[in-house]
């Protein structure tokens, strides 16, 4: 059996995959293009909905990073707040995806306002959320999220998504039989395009890979 990831992987994730002994491919489906970040003052609470928006902020000028050291930053995903939280910054909350966060803002933080550092295709749900609520919220964007357009002659028994968007920049050039996806708004998106659609436990690259490998080994044995 071969997967395809639609993310290059690290030697550890890729190390998941050759241990369960299977095939795969990865390759990074999205250009990730960090832009210049300017910040006239002090942010007091930032959200951050994304590892690539995560990565830009850590990886930002010693101007940018004076601007954030007592930010409270609300996140989500393990992977996200733990790559700002390794950098330093304070983490207040942890969600699992957006609507869910946008739920606790509103039930506790509604009188704050609020930095949103975002991509240019950021998802519309959680500033909704946030606007119809009176919640205050700035966005900035820190990153440009570009599809890369490839066509593949062979079949995959399951293609692994980490973003809507990368949802839709693949199934543009490829179907999709079996779509393992890294969270629930990727998995929305998905189910747009592809026979079968299942759901990692966690919003890791680890946990997409897992539940691939357990899928696949599951009907592998089925009769």
């Known amino acids: ?87 330093g910054f304070q983490i207040v909350e942890i969600a699992k995806n957006s609507e869910q966060l946008a739920q606790t803002i509103r039930a506790r933080f509604k009188e704050r306002t609020f930095t949103f550092f975002c991509g240019n295709t950021r998802r519309a749900e959680l500033p909704e959320h946030l606007h119809k609520a009176a919640i205050r919220l700035e ?40 779509a393992v996806c890294i969270g629930s708004t990727t998995a929305t998106e998905a189910q747009k395009h592809a026979t079968t659609v299942i759901t990692a436990n966690q919003t890791t690259v680890e946990s997409t890979i897992a539940k691939a490998v357990h899928y696949l080994k599951n009907t592998a044995t089925q009769p």
């Not at 490839?150 to 079949?155: D, N, R, Y």
């Open 139 to 178: 966005e900035k964007i820190v990153y440009k999220a570009s599809p890369q357009s490839k066509k593949f002659e062979q079949a995959f028994d399951a293609v692994l998504f980490y973003s809507p968007l990368g949802v839709s920049a693949f199934a543009k050039s490829n179907s999709i039989d079996l």
């Open 1 to 87: 059996m071969t997967l395809l990831s639609t993310k290059i992987l690290a030697p550890n994730q890729r190390e998941l995959l050759l241990n369960a002994h299977l095939s795969f491919v990865d390759f990074d489906i999205l250009k990730i293009e960090p832009q210049q970040l300017l910040l006239s003052q002090a942010v007091e609470d930032a959200i951050v909905t994304s590892q690539n928006a995560a990565r830009v902020l850590v990886l930002s000028p010693k101007l940018v990073q004076e601007s954030l050291k007592n930010t409270r930053f609300y996140t989500v995903g393990l992977k996200t707040a733990q790559i700002l939280k390794d950098a």
